[in-house]
């Protein structure tokens, strides 16, 4: 195996251990992102979803040093609109200073917007990755990379089904306040003290002997 193709297997372990662990959605989003970001070269990044009403995209969370807090209104031309709406990856190279790209990164230089969903029956987004002047533009490997992360990132999430949508989930088990203890003559071990979980239909369950 070479080594771009191990390095990619090692960051989907990450993003696959990371989400798994995660005791909340929103905590899923962060930990995931930051690991795609680490790995794939670029400055930032900003999770963006978009309105199905009244075409506004709005970022749902970034890793930037700047405050990105703020609703966009889509146009015809600029790449976040175009990879929102038609669902396939768009980039920017040599980004001009009145651009709108600029207007949540003042330093960006290059985009890449990956197609990216957090809930596949929701509105659609993308994630930006960003690269600012001091480092350049994105290279087509460097794009693919941004893409193949992503979509990975995007099958994690909607797989996780504890975190993910679980409240419209069928509850097929639920369990309260389950206890166990074993007995060796005036000794008595607790080992279950009175946990609470739920299975949901299409879950496995693991039994180790």
């Known amino acids: ?8 297997y090692k960051t989907i372990g990450e993003i696959h251990s990371t989400i798994s662990i995660s005791k909340t959605f929103d905590e899923a989003i962060k930990n995931g992102l930051k690991h795609i970001l680490d790995n794939c070269l670029a400055d930032y990044a900003i999770i963006w979803i978009k ?15 700047f405050d990105c807090a703020n609703d966009f209104k889509l146009t015809k031309d600029d790449v976040i609109s175009k990879c929102c709406i038609e669902r396939k990856t768009t980039s920017e190279n040599d980004i001009k200073k009145d651009s709108i790209l600029r207007a949540s990164v003042k330093d960006a230089k290059s985009v890449v917007c990956v197609p990216f969903s957090t809930d596949p029956k929701a509105n659609f987004g993308c994630i930006e990755f960003i690269k600012t002047d001091k480092s350049g533009n994105f290279s087509p490997d460097e794009i693919n990379v941004c893409e193949i992360l992503t979509m990975l990132f995007e099958l994690e999430i909607h797989e996780s089904a504890p975190i993910n949508d679980s409240s419209r989930k069928e509850v097929i ?7 166990k203890s074993f007995r060796n003559g005036e000794l008595v071990t607790n080992v279950l003290k009175g946990i609470n979980f739920k299975v949901y239909k299409g879950e496995f369950l693991f039994h180790e002997a």
């Open 1 to 8: 195996m070479d080594k771009k193709n191990l390095y990619l």
């Open 51 to 65: 309105s199905k009403e009244d075409n506004v995209v709005s970022p749902y969370y970034w890793i930037c040093p």
């Open 173 to 179: 088990i639920t369990c309260n306040d389950i206890k």
